[in-house]
């Protein structure tokens, strides 16, 4: 039931873009995406529903194809800042809020 | 206002002791969550709170995990004959409802089983 987040890691550039996939082989009901920087706890970025919206936050947005079971989180103009590992979060249909998250993508991004 | 905490922030024990780790919710936050980290790992979930009861207990590893939250509030989480495969951080969250709303993540508190 764990999602499956590709890629494993990324190296960018300052001002470069990337693109993390989170992927279900069960229905979602929502997907949720955090990232954590080394020693210190996940902070939320943003959720997403089914429905296939997209949401943003920032250069940070987000979309959710609920046809394919998969969620992409859009970095666009790295900054040093956005440093440190996304996870996504799954939570299944019918259920509460219980999360399932992926492995993790582990960003780095260089000046 | 102030977020999730918990306590301690570091334990070291002996293989064998009992363990208490205590979260304290965002005021107002009917859910609650443990979960665990492994060192490089995900997060790994553990119990769910929804007010003082907890509907889905499924991910506590073995039956010397237990967990319980006195009056809507407060959550501790007990392992007792600790093991050195319990070593992890342990992170609290908590939500205002239980759909497709956001948690916010305590510090976590480091375990150390020697």
């Known amino acids: 039931q764990q999602p499956v987040q590709s890629p494993q890691a990324v190296i960018l550039r300052e001002g470069e873009d990337a693109v993390i996939n989170c992927s279900s082989s069960k229905a979602l009901y929502s997907v949720h995406w955090y990232r954590q920087k080394h020693g210190e706890a996940p902070v939320f970025l943003m959720i997403l529903l089914k429905g296939g919206e997209q949401k943003g936050h920032e250069k940070i947005s987000a979309s959710f194809n609920e046809k394919k079971q998969q969620s992409s989180l859009y970095l666009t103009a790295s900054q040093l800042s956005y440093s440190g590992t996304y996870f996504c979060g799954t939570a299944f249909s019918g259920g509460y809020n219980k999360l399932i998250f992926g492995a993790g993508t582990r960003l780095a991004v260089h000046p | 206002g102030a977020g999730v905490s918990q306590s301690p922030s570091n334990k070291v024990t002996e293989k064998g002791k009992d363990v208490e780790l205590r979260c304290d919710p965002i005021?107002?936050?009917?859910?609650l969550y443990w979960y665990r980290q492994s060192l490089g790992q995900g997060l790994e979930f553990l119990i769910y709170f929804q007010g003082n009861s907890a509907p889905d207990k499924s991910g506590l590893p073995s039956d010397r995990f237990s967990a319980e939250r006195t009056g809507g509030s407060v959550s501790t989480l007990t392992i007792q004959r600790t093991q050195q495969e319990d070593s992890a951080v342990y992170l609290c969250a908590s939500s205002l409802l239980n759909q497709g709303i956001a948690q916010y993540f305590g510090p976590g508190t480091r375990l150390t089983v020697l």
């Open positions: 005021s107002g936050h009917t859910a």
